[in-house]
């Protein structure tokens, strides 16, 4: 899938190149080395992700003790041995063992399709079915109907091809990112999905595989049971420090001024050294003579 994926890279460049023709055959020549050196760099880029990832998959796998490392060096076997060491799948809440044989089977699906669709766009790149435009030139089917009548299932073949290669495409994105999510949960647990959404949207998870290769496998559920644990400790001021066992419960409002202090168990009167009131003795409201008042000379 990652050649596919590798392809459009020069596909893209050389459509902003402007390429000047003055024959349909000379159109149909440019075409054709195009497709070479499209199928040539996407080759070249292919084979160099390839090794990095079945390097990367080796290493995991002999640090796993599996036998079968080899798998990871071969075109789709590198996606079942990936499934291997990622083990059983999570997809939407249940556990599949076989999910890897099965991503394995729709990308072999999606491959077939596609170099299908090359031929036949190889095919297509004759002299006698192209036609000049002012801004260049271009296929044109109604040639290739008048001057190739017998191959009209082509052109109905070459839709089919097209529309099943989108529909597989999604697909194996879809199937991918369960295998992905599953395999970056136990590999690289701090960020899943960012690794996942590198290796199934661009054609680079054989260098990412790479990377991840001296990584410790983890149970990814006690990994984040760990972190919130550590959050909760770093943030235990919240539950310990002010809010609990400061200020309000353990400070002013609970132990100091309010409940053990003054109020609760201090004297009512303010002025209860100079003697009178609720607990020191006051002057009755009679208004006989005590010591207790500070006015008694008077």
Known sequence: ?????????????????????NSAEEAAETVRLVWVI??????????????????GLMTMAKRRGMQNWWIGFLPFGNTY???K????????GKRFKRWGLWCMI????????????VVLQLGFAKGAFFSLQENG????????????????WALQLDTAMMISASILRICVIVMFCFLYGSFFRKYYARSPMIMTVLCVILPVRGFVTFAVRKNTPVDYNAYMRRRMEEAMRRNGYEQGGYNQGGYNQGGYNQGGYNQGGYNQSGSGDPFSEYGGGDAGGSVSNGGSDSDGSPFSDF
Do not use: K
């Open 1 to 21: 899938m990652d050649f596919f994926d590798w392809l459009a890279v020069p596909q893209v460049v050389l459509n902003f190149v402007a390429i000047s023709v």
């Open 81 to 83: 041995l990936l499934s």
């Open 85 to 92: 060491l990622a083990g059983d799948t999570d997809v939407l």
């Open 38 to 55: 499209c199928l040539c760099v996407a080759a070249g880029l292919y084979l160099i992700g390839h090794l990095f990832g079945g390097f």
């Open 106 to 117: 729709a990308e072999i699906a999606f491959v077939l399709v596609q170099t299908m669709n």
């Open 137 to 152: 030139y271009a296929f044109d089917a109604e040639l290739f109907l008048q001057r190739a009548p017998e191959y009209a």
